[in-house]
């Protein structure tokens, strides 16, 4: 673990990047999204990170959850209804930069 983050605190980034990037893919509602990040927030977990893009890229290409050229991500259509949806790991990188630069 190159970033020393609590498991809880990756969750929760985890969860706001799924839903930044459920908003792109899926049509996940912004409104939805910013409740997600406002509930987060409240709890005081973190909803943001930085880090080294090419690392995270790096890392995701190495994700156990990688098959062939995909990633497979858990993806909101709403709150309390996912999918798991293949990624192409050649469009991860500007999703990525997108999700830390948002």
Do not use: C, W
Not at 6 to 25: D, E, K, N, Y
Not at 41 to 69: C, I, N, T, W
Not at 80 to 95: I, W
């Amino acid at each position: 673990n190159i970033y020393e983050l609590p498991h809880g605190f990756a969750v929760s980034i985890g969860m706001v990047a799924a839903a930044r990037l459920s908003v792109r893919l899926t049509g996940f509602p912004e409104d939805e999204y910013a409740s997600l990040v406002s509930l987060l927030e409240k709890y005081g977990l973190p909803v943001s990170f930085s880090a080294d893009l090419e690392q995270v890229m790096k890392l995701l290409k190495m994700d156990k959850k990688r098959v062939s050229e995909h990633i497979n991500f858990v993806l909101l259509n709403q709150l309390g209804k996912a999918e798991v949806r293949p990624v192409p790991v050649r469009d991860l990188e500007a999703y990525i930069s997108e999700i830390f630069n948002s």
